[in-house]
């Protein structure tokens, strides 16, 4: 009895950590749990041997973690359901339709709520679950257990951040093998590889992550790829996750495709290219995600206002990487209708560059505040170093350089370098500002928010700022 009501009532409170002196930034957000959650309360007896998504909610939304051999169980039990999908998928409305998620997960328990509740709604998710928020495992591990609870009504396809190469590029693997390991890593691009690549909604919507590519002739071309894969650079598989709708009011592209120099590979196409592959196939329109949109979604209506839009961009990570301000939107598509909704983004816990705790982001501050101290006391205004014992300003010169050693990599005694290391604590640490995100080279390769954003001013209207952090973000979309 005291084990039942433990385990169904008491364990979130039991066991989140405590907070003494009540002084918690994010009073809204509430305090983290300290253990994984336990086997027994993530596969429930009553659940079938299937994972509890609701308890997996509750405790992700808290910031709790999960055991390895549970996320391993889930991993295996998810690839195995998506290795029996098709490449191409058909689906018969009402369902909803979501687009890029990108690690958001406090945005995505808001979706859901917009959404509808899975145990009564279909759903078909395109693509983009990780990089960029640092929530990836969280969103990939909730999706992935509600897959497992409703194979037959909740579909996922792939995105192009679905892979090896963008994770790493971005900051899944680093959230990984920070919360985990490169074994978790590993199995999750195994189970990425998997993942459905396409969807026909009622046979007329053809549903993909990017779009439409000069090699897809018709939709049979998808079903015979072999989508058991790390995408390639080039081709179908590729074009179908990265090309993009040509950024035109009337999607007049007279070269038929161009090249998508934006993002290092694929095609831009147009309206003519899109026409002939709607033709051919007896389709309405393409809904595709893959591109942040300030409304959260875009009807490129190319044939006139009256024409069914040729191609619908949705995106449903609002706020994007913190900076854009764009809304999240959904389709409801119901009885051939497509029914847009919009929600704005929520408040998340915060958490330091590439998953850094606070004690190594400080040292270097102590570091400094120390040795400034000690240079106070022994150095003459001058910087002549004051011999009050041989020995004990000989020590002083040794931990000076030591640790200058340690900045700088074994770069013995060289200056500037040294102030150049200073230079990027100091922008480390105004980069986590909530106002400003300053970051520079050092975190190039990895940080989810690799924009540079000067002046507050700049960013006044709404419009401006989508603009601009797109523009900035810009070098961030290619494919390396
Ligand atoms: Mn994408």
Known sequence: MLKKLIKKKNYINMDQLSDPLGDRVMKDVKPPIHRPLSHELLFP???????????????FQREGR?????????????????????????????????????????????????????????????????????????????????KINFPQTFYMIRGNHECRQMTTYFNFRTE??????????????????????????????????????????????????????????????CDILWSDPVDTPDGRLPEGWRKNEVRGCSFYFGMDAMNNFLRRNDLISVIRAHEAQPDGFKMHRWNGNNEFPAVITIFSAPNYCDVYNNKGAIIKFDNNTLNIQQYNYNQHPYMLPNFMDVFT??????????????????????GELIVIDEKLSKRFQE??????????????????????????????????????IETGNYT?????????????SELESTIEMFAQARALDMRNERQL
């Open 45 to 59: 007896e009553d659940c079938n041997g299937k994972p509890s998504y609701k308890a997996l909610k509750v405790h």
């Open 66 to 146: 999960l055991n390895k051999a549970d996320v391993i169980q889930i991993i295996d039990m998810v690839s195995s359901i998506f290795r029996a999908e098709e490449n191409l998928l058909f689906l018969q409305d009402p369902v909803t339709i979501v687009g890029d998620i990108h690690g958001q997960l406090y945005d995505m328990l808001k979706m859901f709520e917009i959404g509808g509740n899975p145990e009564n709604t279909k759903y078909l998710f395109l693509g983009d679950y990780v990089d960029r928020g640092i929530f990836s495992m969280e969103v990939i591990m909730l999706l992935y257990a509600i």
């Open 176 to 237: 990984c093998i920070y919360k985990f390991d490169s074994e978790i890593y590993d199995r999750i691009m195994e189970s990425f590889d998997c993942i459905p690549i396409s969807c026909l909604v009622n046979r007329k919507f053809l549903a993909l992550h990017g779009g439409i590519s000069p090699e897809l002739r018709t939709v049979e071309d998808l079903t015979r790829l072999n989508r058991f894969i790390e995408p390639p650079k080039q081709g179908l598989y």
């Open 361 to 382: 982001w400080s040292i270097p501050f102590i570091i400094a505040k120390v040795m400034d101290i000690f240079s106070t006391i022994l150095r003459t205004p001058q």
């Open 399 to 436: 931990l000076e350089d030591a640790i200058w050693e340690q900045k700088i990599g074994g770069n013995r005694g060289n200056k500037k370098s040294v102030e150049q290391i200073m230079k990027l604590f100091q922008a480390l640490r105004e980069g986590i500002q909530p106002s400003t």
């Open 444 to 456: 190039q390769s990895k940080s989810p928010l690799n924009i540079q954003i000067r002046d507050k």
